[in-house]
């Protein structure tokens, strides 16, 4: 039987985008799960439910746009604008896709069935502590018991965990906004537009007058950059414009494929899409019947992918690397916030 899953997410995908018919249809269940989304809220400032205060400061990345925005590559380079400060930071994660919930490193003998795909590429490209758990606080703490050098946390999407209380907040958008506005299911929004953050990022190649004016909160904007790949199993990397002309296919299993397209066809690229599901496991091989010279995958997919014999053998996959470029200000204004935050 075949998976359907891709096409309900593009249905509602969408359906998100516009207040058509089907957007219409579940704005009830909408105003009912924002009604819950702020009791929760305000049972954690209340004190009725409990939260965690660790013994240094905690930066949360996040969105409230579900699905991908970019919230790994910028987690990588904050880990790597508070070390160029002074900082040494480590990240915690929930570990999409990991196994159980307790608190574990991300080691270089882990595997993206054990902590997820996310965290394993963020401890390969910072070198930073990481640590995955279901509950955020317990995995800060587990890092922190592991590595007392650690004077900052990054907390990857964890926007919406307010058991795990947090000193600054950097909420990412891309070029989608806000979709049609509305809180799930009736919109693509956890949480309200006008949620407080401290600071606002869109993951866009132009940060236009009007996609400032839907994220609100005076953004900064991110870019990503692309500019070589190199094969799966290792070797030198090349330029992307040096494979013009070559039958190329690009696969992502991204949360946002397009956004991974968009970037190939700005180097000067052709090639055949292959979107597959956010977080794919590629047990399947999905290759195995596309006819191209080269297979250019992400760096995300890259982490499962050289796990499995069959694919890492595979000489046509070649990863392209991609780095968050934004305004040196964004950083100096985190550093700030987070050497003016007092110990527990």
């Known amino acids: 039987?075949?998976?359907?899953?891709?096409?309900?997410?593009?249905?509602?995908?969408?359906?998100?985008?516009?207040?058509?018919?089907?957007?219409?249809?579940?704005?009830?269940?909408?105003?009912?799960?924002?009604?819950?989304?702020?009791?929760?809220?305000?049972?954690?400032?209340?004190?009725?439910?409990?939260?965690?205060?660790?013994?240094?400061?905690?930066?949360?990345?996040g969105n409230i746009f579900i699905g991908g925005t970019g919230k790994t590559p910028l987690t990588i380079w904050l880990a790597e604008a508070l070390r160029a400060a002074g900082f040494a930071p480590g990240i915690i994660s929930r570990g999409h896709g990991g196994e159980g919930g307790a608190p574990r490193a991300v080691t270089s003998a882990s595997t993206a069935q054990e902590v997820g795909d996310e965290p394993l590429l963020m401890a390969r490209r910072t070198g930073c502590p990481v640590f995955v758990g279901r509950k955020r606080a317990e995995a800060g703490l587990a890092l922190l018991a592991a590595h007392p050098d650690?004077?900052?946390?990054?907390?990857?999407?964890?926007?919406?965990?307010?058991?795990?209380?947090?000193?600054?907040?950097?909420?990412?958008?891309?070029?989608?906004?806000?979709?049609?506005?509305?809180?799930?299911?009736?919109?693509?929004?956890?949480?309200?537009?006008?949620?407080?953050?401290?600071?606002?990022?869109?993951?866009?190649?132009?940060?236009?007058?009007?996609?400032?004016?839907?994220?609100?909160?005076?953004?900064?904007?991110?870019?990503?950059?692309?500019?070589?790949?190199?094969?799966?199993?290792?070797?030198?990397?090349?330029?992307?414009?040096?494979?013009a002309g070559k039958r190329i296919a690009a696969a992502a299993g991204i949360g946002n494929p397009k956004r991974f397209f968009d970037?190939?066809?700005?180097?000067?690229?052709?090639?055949?899409?292959?979107?597959?599901?956010?977080?794919?496991?590629?047990?399947?091989?999905?290759?195995?019947?596309?006819?191209?010279?080269?297979?250019?995958?992400?760096?995300?997919?890259?982490?499962?992918?050289?796990?499995l014999e069959n694919l890492i053998n595979d000489p046509r996959l070649w990863v392209v690397p991609v780095t968050a470029q934004l305004d040196r200000a964004l950083a100096e204004q985190i550093v700030e916030k987070c050497r003016g935050c007092s110990s527990a």
């Not at 009830?28 to 989304?37: E, K």
């Not at 891309?174 to 919109?187: F, K, M, S, T, Y």
């Open 1 to 61: 039987m075949p998976n359907t899953k891709p096409s309900i997410e593009s249905t509602l995908t969408r359906a998100w985008l516009h207040r058509g018919p089907l957007a219409c249809a579940l704005l009830p269940l909408s105003l009912l799960f924002r009604a819950l989304a702020a009791l929760r809220v305000r049972l954690f400032k209340s004190g009725l439910l409990a939260s965690t205060k660790l013994p240094v400061p905690v930066v949360v990345v």
């Open 150 to 243: 650690v004077d900052v946390l990054i907390a990857d999407d964890g926007l919406q965990h307010y058991a795990l209380q947090r000193d600054v907040e950097v909420v990412l958008f891309d070029g989608r906004a806000v979709g049609n506005g509305w809180l799930l299911p009736a919109g693509p929004l956890r949480e309200p537009p006008t949620r407080r953050r401290d600071f606002t990022v869109v993951n866009a190649p132009q940060l236009t007058p009007q996609l400032a004016a839907a994220v609100g909160g005076k953004p900064f904007q991110m870019r990503l950059a692309g500019e070589y790949a190199e094969p799966l199993a290792g070797g030198a990397r090349i330029p992307l414009a040096s494979m």
């Open 263 to 307: 970037m190939l066809r700005g180097a000067g690229l052709a090639f055949a899409e292959l979107p597959l599901p956010d977080h794919h496991d590629f047990l399947d091989d999905p290759f195995a019947t596309v006819d191209a010279d080269i297979i250019l995958i992400t760096e995300k997919d890259a982490v499962k992918c050289g796990q």
